[in-house]
């Protein structure tokens, strides 16, 4: 079993930025599909953005232009960043490993946009 810690969530103004952080345990980090997904209240989760092992990326049309995420398989670790940040990106972000039948969740970390 994988897991997976998120950090770097807090309460950021409008227009501000933040940069997540997702930290994997194990062996299978680098061959693993890593994604971030958020989730409010009464609401799906959804995805944001996600990264193949092979670097290759997709994101959300709502963020597209402003969140980048990246992967540091030296140091397990897949980021989110954040920029130009909006009030409705408030949410729950989740991190996620996927690899052949392994799903994985970290405990999510809330991010608050607000001024």
């Known amino acids: 079993q994988v897991q997976l810690v998120e950090s770097g969530g807090g309460l950021v103004q409008p227009g501000g930025s933040l940069r997540l952080s997702c930290a994997a345990s194990?062996?299978?980090?680098?061959?693993?599909?890593m994604g971030w997904y958020r989730q409010v209240p009464g609401k799906q989760r959804e995805l944001v953005a996600a990264?193949?092992?092979?670097?290759?990326?997709n994101y959300a049309d709502s963020v597209k232009g402003r969140f980048t995420i990246s992967r540091d398989n030296a140091k397990n670790t897949v980021y989110l960043q954040m920029n130009s940040l909006k009030p409705e990106d408030t949410a729950v972000y989740y991190c996620?490993?996927?690899?052949?039948?392994?799903?994985?969740w970290g405990q999510g970390t809330q991010v608050t946009v607000s001024s």
């Open positions: 990264i193949t092992s092979g670097g290759s990326t």
């Open positions: 996620n490993l996927r690899w052949r039948t392994l799903d994985s």
């Open positions: 194990g062996s299978i980090f680098s061959i693993a599909a």
